[in-house]
Structure formats: structure tokens, C-alpha cells
């Protein structure tokens, strides 16, 4: 009898099930600067790390949350239990190094001190459509973040993170030998900004946005030595143009948006170009079939959590927006991870 190998099994749904447990244990690794901690000892025992942490639980707790985290991948070990020693990965030493400018555990953060509990109503946000954080207690929610400079700064810090390695590739991928001038709008802490001009000395960029963040880019302009190049603009651009540029970027901005704003900025964006400009979209763009980028899916999802309208998008409905606006052309341009640049030529 021929042995059947589609056998029905439990661990997926449980994978999945459980996956907040992960999920909360890496993200509580950030919030007590483990990682960061590990750069510079280089090596710690549990009991070092609950120490140094002021960890009241019992040891065995220790040794399961970074025994946990090295099974993730996290953390090397060597040695078990209490001559066990612990190190960072490649990963964690280069990217969740609070000291180091690679650090991306800002949108970590954020995470765990805002989505994780603004998440656990999720339900609630499929059944109403409306957003489920902070703008439960108001109708503006970016008014309210803009108008905390601490949740200001960490939001920023949050972008920054999750961003990062796609405005290093984009700068990096994309042909921008026949323009000169470059404005991001939405351009949050100036990165993409300064990742374009580090890597096309030719290229003037703008980084737009709401006033309380300009001093916030120009800080970070100022710590990459790039002032001569990149520079920062203020406004917002629901009540004014966008100012005029070669190549206009929105990164992480259209998805924020219901699909009559999303129109309306691309239509903001094509008045802005010159008849040979190039409008990019950064986001974590859906195959047109739906089936292989679930993170775009969850970070559709994330914006009904965070603005009840918000929505990722695939590539066929950029084109369709982009044909209304009046572009000529759409190119799509892979990017870092499960994020991409869509692209619409104005000629």
C-alpha cells in the first residue's frame, strides 16, 4: 500500500498562532538595548545580561528568552545554561546596535511601544473600518503625532528604520544620470535625501515635509557632512504644491491615503515634474496576483489600524492612478526585501 505523504498537520496554524510570542520577545530584546548592550561586551553569560538588564525573574526565565532569541537567530551561544556565553549575529551587530548608524530597531520600537497593543484590535478595525490608535480620541491623528516631539522623534526614527535598506538600493539602482534635482516628499529624517546624493554626487535633493520635522532632517543632514547637497523644505502638501524637481519621491506616504488622496498626490507630484521628470513611489508594493508579498498585506492592514482609509496597493493599481494622472509610462524597480519603487514617467 502506497504510504500517503500529504499528511494533514497542526504546525502551521500553531506557527502562526503563536506567532506573537516571537514576535514580542525580539521586539522586548530592543526595548532593553540587548543587542546594543552585546556590541560592546562582545560576549555575556545570563547572568551578565540579568544583571546588567535588572531582571527580577528567575534564571531558567533568562535562559528561555535568550535561548529563544538564539533559535530565532538573534543570538550565538556557546556552552548551555549557566556556562553558556551569548554574542551577536552578523545581523543583530550591524542592524540593532543602538550606537551604530545601520541601527533600524527604531521601527522595532514603535512596535512595541504603540502597535503591538493598537494591533490586539484588529478585529474591532476589520468590523468598523476605522483606525484603531490614537486617533480613537481624535479625528488627526498626524496632528497629534506632530504635535509630541517625543512621538515625533520616535515615529521618525520608526520610518528611518524600516526604510533604510531601500533608499540605499534605490540610490544605488536607479538611473538618475539625466536628472539633477530630486525633492522627497514626506522625506521624514532626510534619509533617502542623503542616501541619493552620497551615491550621485551630481544630484541636488530636498527632503519635504511638516515644519516640526524640519529640525529634525537638518540635524541629520548636518551629521552626514551633505549640507551643500541636501537640503530640507516645509509645508504641507494636502494645502500647497509640491515644489518643483526633476524626480519627485513619496516613500511610505501613498499607502497612508485613500484612493482618491492617492490620485490627488500623484496628480501633486506630476505638476511638479518638468516634461522628461520621474515620480517614485517606496512602498512594499502587492504582486498583482496576491500571493507571494505578504508583507505588503500586513502593512495594508497596518493602515487601517493606523488611519482607517490607508491601503498598500499592487502594481497594476499604480498604473491605473498613474494613467489617470496623465503619466506616459510605469516601470517597477525591486528594492530591498519585499519593498519596491514604482515609477511613472511624465514623457
Same mark, same amino acid.
Given at each position: 500500500m502506497e504510504q500517503q505523504?500529504?499528511?494533514? %498537520?497542526?504546525?502551521?496554524?500553531?506557527?502562526?498562532?503563536?506567532?506573537?510570542?516571537a514576535s514580542k520577545i525580539l521586539l522586548t530584546a530592543v526595548s532593553f538595548? #540587548?543587542?546594543?548592550? #552585546?556590541?560592546?561586551?562582545?560576549?555575556?553569560?545570563?547572568?551578565?545580561v540579568k544583571d546588567a538588564l535588572n531582571l527580577k525573574c528567575t534564571d531558567r526565565n533568562v535562559y528561555d528568552f535568550l535561548d529563544a532569541l538564539t533559535v530565532f537567530g538573534f543570538l550565538n551561544r556557546e556552552? $548551555?545554561?549557566d556556562t553558556a556565553t551569548y554574542s551577536n549575529t552578523?545581523?543583530?551587530? $550591524?542592524f540593532l546596535d543602538k550606537?551604530?548608524? %545601520?541601527?533600524?530597531?527604531?521601527?522595532?520600537?514603535?512596535?512595541?511601544?504603540?502597535l503591538y497593543t493598537f494591533w490586539g484590535n484588529l478585529g474591532e478595525g476589520l468590523l468598523t473600518g476605522l483606525p484603531q490608535n490614537e486617533a480613537k480620541k481624535s479625528e488627526d491623528f498626524f496632528g497629534l503625532l506632530y504635535q509630541d516631539p517625543e512621538k515625533l522623534k520616535e515615529?521618525? %526614527?520608526?520610518? %528611518?528604520? $524600516?526604510?533604510?535598506?531601500?533608499f540605499i538600493a534605490f540610490a544605488q539602482k536607479f538611473d538618475f544620470t539625466k536628472y539633477k534635482t530630486l525633492i522627497d516628499v514626506g522625506g521624514s529624517a532626510g534619509l533617502l535625501s542623503l542616501m541619493v546624493a552620497k551615491h550621485n554626487p551630481h544630484l541636488r535633493c530636498t527632503s519635504f515635509?511638516?515644519?516640526?520635522?524640519?529640525? $529634525?532632517?537638518n540635524a541629520t543632514i548636518q551629521q552626514y557632512g551633505l549640507s551643500e547637497r541636501v537640503t530640507t523644505a516645509s509645508g504641507d502638501f494636502f494645502t500647497m504644491p509640491v515644489p518643483n524637481a526633476d524626480i519627485v519621491v513619496m516613500g511610505n506616504i501613498l499607502h497612508d491615503w485613500d484612493e482618491e488622496n492617492k490620485i490627488s498626490l500623484m496628480r501633486k507630484a506630476y505638476d511638479a515634474l518638468p516634461a522628461n521628470g520621474a515620480f517614485v513611489a517606496i512602498e512594499g508594493i502587492i504582486d498583482d496576483e496576491r500571493k507571494?508579498?505578504?508583507?505588503g498585506m500586513m502593512m495594508s492592514l497596518n493602515m487601517l489600524i493606523e488611519t482607517g482609509t490607508g491601503f498598500d496597493y499592487t502594481f497594476a493599481d499604480f498604473n491605473r492612478w498613474a494613467n489617470i494622472v496623465g503619466f506616459k509610462s510605469t516601470a517597477l524597480l525591486p528594492l530591498a526585501g519585499p519593498s519596491s519603487a514604482a515609477i511613472a514617467y511624465k514623457t
Amino acid at each position: 500500500m502506497e504510504q500517503q505523504t500529504n499528511q494533514p %498537520s497542526p504546525e502551521n496554524i500553531m506557527k502562526i498562532g503563536t506567532g506573537f510570542w516571537a514576535s514580542k520577545i525580539l521586539l522586548t530584546a530592543v526595548s532593553f538595548e #540587548l543587542f546594543t548592550a #552585546l556590541a560592546e561586551k562582545k560576549t555575556m553569560k545570563a547572568k551578565d545580561v540579568k544583571d546588567a538588564l535588572n531582571l527580577k525573574c528567575t534564571d531558567r526565565n533568562v535562559y528561555d528568552f535568550l535561548d529563544a532569541l538564539t533559535v530565532f537567530g538573534f543570538l550565538n551561544r556557546e556552552g $548551555i545554561l549557566d556556562t553558556a556565553t551569548y554574542s551577536n549575529t552578523l545581523d543583530t551587530e $550591524i542592524f540593532l546596535d543602538k550606537k551604530k548608524p %545601520s541601527y533600524i530597531g527604531g521601527i522595532l520600537e514603535m512596535m512595541n511601544n504603540r502597535l503591538y497593543t493598537f494591533w490586539g484590535n484588529l478585529g474591532e478595525g476589520l468590523l468598523t473600518g476605522l483606525p484603531q490608535n490614537e486617533a480613537k480620541k481624535s479625528e488627526d491623528f498626524f496632528g497629534l503625532l506632530y504635535q509630541d516631539p517625543e512621538k515625533l522623534k520616535e515615529f521618525t %526614527s520608526a520610518m %528611518s528604520g $524600516i526604510q533604510m535598506g531601500n533608499f540605499i538600493a534605490f540610490a544605488q539602482k536607479f538611473d538618475f544620470t539625466k536628472y539633477k534635482t530630486l525633492i522627497d516628499v514626506g522625506g521624514s529624517a532626510g534619509l533617502l535625501s542623503l542616501m541619493v546624493a552620497k551615491h550621485n554626487p551630481h544630484l541636488r535633493c530636498t527632503s519635504f515635509d511638516l515644519p516640526p520635522v524640519q529640525p $529634525i532632517a537638518n540635524a541629520t543632514i548636518q551629521q552626514y557632512g551633505l549640507s551643500e547637497r541636501v537640503t530640507t523644505a516645509s509645508g504641507d502638501f494636502f494645502t500647497m504644491p509640491v515644489p518643483n524637481a526633476d524626480i519627485v519621491v513619496m516613500g511610505n506616504i501613498l499607502h497612508d491615503w485613500d484612493e482618491e488622496n492617492k490620485i490627488s498626490l500623484m496628480r501633486k507630484a506630476y505638476d511638479a515634474l518638468p516634461a522628461n521628470g520621474a515620480f517614485v513611489a517606496i512602498e512594499g508594493i502587492i504582486d498583482d496576483e496576491r500571493k507571494q508579498n505578504v508583507f505588503g498585506m500586513m502593512m495594508s492592514l497596518n493602515m487601517l489600524i493606523e488611519t482607517g482609509t490607508g491601503f498598500d496597493y499592487t502594481f497594476a493599481d499604480f498604473n491605473r492612478w498613474a494613467n489617470i494622472v496623465g503619466f506616459k509610462s510605469t516601470a517597477l524597480l525591486p528594492l530591498a526585501g519585499p519593498s519596491s519603487a514604482a515609477i511613472a514617467y511624465k514623457t
